[in-house]
Nanobody, 120 residues
Framework: QVQLVESGGGSVQPGGSLRLSCAAS????????MGWYRQAPGKQRELVAA???????NYADSVKGRFTISRDNAKNTVYLQMNSLKPDDTAVYYC??????????????WGQGTQVTVSS
């Protein structure tokens, strides 16, 4: 069982920056692929950025060049650095951890979410 706790959300003006953190407990984070998702009111949850256990990353087109996902396996923590924030980035941001074992057993965990509001 993995517990994920997000932090770092808040309110910021357009053009500002925030860094989200996702601290994991209960398992070794390095075994998991990690992702940040977001869900705005009335919209579906969408993938923002992901990082594999090997450190490969991918991003939604809407955040490329502005957001950076990283992981510190020693601290069991994943980060999302968000720069040049726009009002469209306003959403609840969720941390996700997933892996599939050698016996094809899937594991998928979510954090409770942290609110990011970008407004002038």
């Amino acid at each position: 069982q993995v517990q994920l706790v997000e932090s770092g959300g808040g309110s910021v003006q357009p053009g500002g920056s925030l860094r989200l953190s996702c601290a994991a407990s209960g398992s070794i984070l390095s075994m998991y692929a990690m992702g940040w998702y977001r869900q705005a009111p009335g919209k579906q949850r969408e993938l923002v950025a992901a990082i594999t256990s090997g450190g490969y990353t991918n991003y939604a087109d809407s955040v490329k060049g502005r957001f950076t996902i990283s992981r510190d396996n020693a601290k069991n923590t994943v980060y999302l650095q968000m720069n040049s924030l726009k009002p469209d980035d306003t959403a609840v941001y969720y941390c996700n951890a997933r892996r599939t074992t050698a016996t094809m057993t899937p594991y998928n965990y979510w954090g409770q979410g942290t609110q990011v509001t970008v407004s002038s």
